[in-house]
């Protein structure tokens, strides 16, 4: 039964995110706030009242991505009634342009403005909304998020960055860093224990840096009491900086079964003098010695990080000195992309002096080592057995059962009964770069 008085009342809605993890949690979140207020879940774009883009402004890309979105949006609000909106880092970043006369755009909504989501699209009914201005601290939400997954679960520490790494946007999207209190960071943990959630996927800029000053708990203690939560047997985190890793977190990390042994650390390049000029505030030695220790403490743990190729400057010796580093380091799993200009950072306003050739050729060399490292690496583990959590049924073949192992790689494997939200103990029989396929071979219970 709806309620009339509901602002949203009868209205479906559909997301759109592009980006991150976070912004994956904000939709989530932003669907609370849109379901609290009377409208429902439409599943697809072409069957909702009012769209909301979640966008990603980290990289040019992205961003063109989102104006084609926009203009497939305006075609559909041609031919029918539609309200759509656009929130997240371009929200943020180009309040004023988006709503231009021709954009169709009704609303725009920042990230402190997202509780106030549902009246803002019913107020855009009658007018074109902007709703992105800046508080200070933290807000914890008003209503639960409507979650994507059943079993595995974004649990939000901490927003923004104080880093302003000299190629990234994010402080100017996502602001100061804001710390989640601990209290509540344990009672949305505790609610998804409550709720079977197998995994705690702890997200933030900067989860490494994590501080509650009223209780005085840093990173390395949360991850201790959310490991006290009964319930979730798995517990990841992303991203951390390698600016902020102390030898603490990993003898924290050792010493804490349920935190998986995988660990994402943006390294962006191998080269010292990069790392200088993006100033990330380690050098390569200084990563290189982060990975000694994490191996010696835990010499499972799988390792993956971020890759910027093309930097400003980046001279094909330091080039280089990146693909000597993925040779060394042999990661589990990399993101790699071409460096692209954005506004407001520093990087912006020194020559873009790589060519788009020059960028292309070096991502294509990066990607096929690292394909190399993971092929070989994935080889070691045939025949050997790994622990999977199923999170659902692979796209192509749902006969076939998808899950990630604690090193986070992508398995596909069968099974002779349904054992989606279960942990499962996967023979590994064959492998690609990347991904694993086998057999269930035993359930874990728990
Ligand atoms: S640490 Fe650097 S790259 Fe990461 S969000 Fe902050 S400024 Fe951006």
């Given at each position: 039964?709806?309620?009339?008085?509901?602002?949203?009342?009868?209205?479906?809605?559909?997301?759109?995110?592009?980006?991150?993890?976070?912004?994956?949690?904000?939709?989530?979140?932003?669907?609370?706030?849109?379901?609290?207020?009377?409208?429902?879940?439409?599943?697809?774009?072409?069957?909702?009242?009012?769209?909301?883009?979640?966008?990603?402004?980290?990289?040019?890309?992205?961003?063109?991505?989102?104006?084609s979105l926009l203009g497939r949006l305006?075609?559909?609000?041609?031919?029918?009634?539609?309200?759509?909106?656009?929130?997240?880092?371009?929200?943020?970043?180009?309040?004023?342009?988006?709503?231009?006369?021709?954009?169709?755009?009704?609303?725009?909504?920042?990230?402190?403005?997202?509780?106030?989501?549902?009246?803002?699209?019913?107020?855009?009914?009658?007018?074109?909304?902007?709703?992105?201005?800046?508080?200070?601290?933290?807000?914890?939400?008003?209503?639960?998020?409507?979650?994507?997954?059943?079993?595995?679960?974004?649990?939000?520490?901490?927003?923004?960055?104080?880093?302003?790494?000299?190629?990234?946007?994010?402080?100017?999207?996502?602001?100061?860093?804001?710390?989640?209190?601990?209290?509540?960071?344990?009672?949305?943990?505790?609610?998804?224990?409550?709720?079977?959630?197998?995994?705690?996927?702890?997200?933030?800029?900067?989860?490494?840096?994590?501080?509650?000053?009223?209780?005085?708990?840093?990173?390395?203690?949360?991850?201790?009491?959310?490991?006290?939560?009964?319930?979730?047997?798995?517990?990841?985190?992303?991203?951390?900086?390698?600016?902020?890793?102390?030898?603490?977190?990993?003898?924290?990390?050792?010493?804490?079964?349920?935190?998986?042994?995988?660990?994402?650390?943006?390294?962006?390049?191998?080269?010292?003098?990069?790392?200088?000029r993006m100033k990330r505030g380690y050098?390569?030695?200084?990563?290189?010695?982060?990975?000694?220790?994490?191996?010696?403490?835990?010499?499972?743990?799988?390792?993956?990080?971020?890759?910027?190729?093309?930097?400003?400057?980046?001279?094909?010796?330091?080039?280089?000195?990146?693909?000597?580093?993925?040779?060394?380091?042999?990661?589990?799993?990399?993101?790699?992309?071409?460096?692209?200009?954005?506004?407001?950072?520093?990087?912006?306003?020194?020559?873009?002096?790589?060519?788009?050739?020059?960028?292309?050729?070096?991502?294509?060399?990066?990607?096929?080592?690292?394909?190399?490292?993971?092929?070989?690496?994935?080889?070691?583990?045939?025949?050997?057995?790994?622990?999977?959590?199923?999170?659902?049924?692979?796209?192509?073949?749902?006969?076939?059962?998808?899950?990630?192992?604690?090193?986070?790689?992508?398995?596909?494997?069968?099974?002779?009964?349904?054992?989606?939200?279960?942990?499962?103990?996967?023979?590994?029989?064959?492998?690609?770069?990347?991904?694993?396929?086998?057999?269930?071979?035993?359930?874990?219970?728990?």
């Open positions: 039964m709806t309620d009339p008085r509901l602002p949203l009342d009868g209205l479906r809605f559909a997301f759109h995110t592009f980006g991150c993890q976070m912004n994956e949690n904000d939709s989530e979140r932003l669907a609370g706030y849109l379901a609290a207020a009377g409208a429902a879940p439409a599943g697809l774009i072409e069957s909702a009242d009012v769209v909301v883009v979640n966008t990603c402004s980290v990289r040019a890309k992205s961003e063109e991505k989102l104006y305006r075609t559909l609000k041609k031919r029918r009634p539609l309200l759509f909106g656009v929130v997240g880092c371009v929200a943020q970043l180009r309040k004023d342009m988006l709503p231009g006369l021709k954009s169709g755009v009704d609303f725009v909504v920042g990230f402190d403005q997202y509780p106030r989501i549902a009246e803002i699209i019913a107020e855009s009914r009658g007018r074109k909304m902007i709703a992105a201005s800046r508080s200070r601290g933290w807000k914890e939400g008003t209503v639960p998020p409507i979650r994507e997954s059943a079993v595995s679960g974004f649990v939000t520490i901490m927003e923004g960055c104080d880093n302003f790494c000299a190629y990234c946007v994010v402080p100017f999207t996502r602001g100061r860093e804001k710390f989640r209190p601990v209290e509540a960071v344990l009672a949305e943990v505790r609610d998804l224990a409550a709720h079977g959630f197998r995994e705690i996927q702890l997200l933030g800029q900067n989860v490494n840096n994590y501080a509650d000053s009223a209780s005085g708990t840093d990173f390395a203690d949360l991850l201790g009491r959310i490991a006290a939560v009964p319930g979730p047997e798995w517990i990841r985190f992303i991203t951390s900086h390698p600016k902020n890793f102390t030898p603490s977190l990993a003898r924290a990390m050792a010493a804490t079964p349920k935190v998986c042994r995988q660990f994402h650390l943006p390294i962006q390049s191998g080269s010292s003098r990069v790392l200088e050098s390569r030695e200084d990563y290189l010695e982060t990975v000694r220790t994490l191996r010696s403490l835990m010499p499972e743990i799988r390792l993956s990080a971020d890759i910027i190729v093309g930097y400003p400057g980046e001279t094909t010796e330091e080039f280089g000195e990146t693909l000597s580093a993925l040779a060394e380091i042999k990661f589990a799993n990399i993101f790699s992309f071409c460096y692209s200009p954005r506004p407001l950072t520093a990087a912006a306003r020194i020559a873009d002096d790589v060519s788009t050739e020059v960028k292309r050729s070096r991502l294509m060399e990066v990607q096929a080592l690292q394909k190399e490292i993971q092929t070989t690496f994935h080889k070691t583990m045939i025949g050997r057995t790994e622990r999977v959590l199923c999170t659902g049924r692979s796209k192509k073949d749902p006969a076939v059962f998808a899950g990630r192992s604690e090193g986070n790689q992508v398995v596909n494997f069968r099974a002779d009964r349904d054992v989606v939200g279960r942990f499962v103990d996967v023979e590994i029989l064959s492998v690609g770069p990347y991904s694993l396929r086998g057999r269930a071979v035993s359930l874990y219970n728990k």
